[in-house]
């Protein structure tokens, strides 16, 4: 009877306090906005308002970011361990990087009309092969081969004002480097050289506000400092120390 007892006062102990649920199930929640904001910015797409759409799909990004800070903190994975907040992220982040934006590529003057939806499904199909890869990331935190940002790199056709037809070649060159194994840097999470890429990626996404909302295609000094960045990120890969990939759970950005 003792021992049941005390069974009983140690199950109470590890039980999740109403408190703790509701604050777990708050977060949940948080990020599932996530989702009905990639609605909204599909629903501009279909109107072509291009950059309303990228508006939405930078909230996106927000609450992708933050939704994960906010977790830990309150330790959803211990209170809610029935629903798989990575699970959960990657659903909605499948819309929101790679769905919105091959729509875009599909519907707008982007890319040649005839590879336009050749293009899109290819950025389709072989993301999947990102959000499914075990070994996308590296033991230091690198992407590796292209991890699916394809709302960055249609934003930087827009803000840029590429050529259709070379547009369609940058496109097609990160279809391929889905599968190769270039080093691609995630601004937080690498520790080498953290702070001044985090600065980098800070210009960047003022800079990405800004031609938001002055609309595409954007100023000179924007389109330096994207092209700048593009060259800062790219050289990070190139100079990234090489390293085995390792296992990760199933969280792609």
Known sequence: MRELRRGASMENQTRPSISEVIGAAAVHAFTATGAALGLI??????????????AWL????????????????LEVKRVLPRFSGEDLDNIIDYLTYVTVPAFMVARSPLVPQALALPLAAAIMMTSLYHFADKRSKTADNYFVGFPALWNVAVLYCFVLA????????????????????????????????????MAVMAAWGAAAIAAVA???????????????????????GLTAPRESPRPKPSQPS
């Open 41 to 54: 910015a599909l629903l501009a797409a279909t109107e072509a308002r291009w950059a309303e759409a990228f």
């Open 58 to 73: 930078g909230a996106a990004l927000i609450v992708d970011a933050a939704d994960g800070p906010m977790a830990r903190r």
């Open 162 to 197: 590429i050529p259709p037809a070379l547009a369609a070649l940058l496109i097609a060159a990160c279809i391929l480097l889905t599968f190769v194994p270039f080093r691609f840097v995630h601004p937080v999470r690498v520790k080498r050289l953290r702070l001044p890429t």
């Open 214 to 236: 002055g609309g595409f295609p954007a100023s000179t000094a924007i389109q330096a400092i994207f092209a700048l960045t593009a060259v800062y990120i790219v050289a990070l």
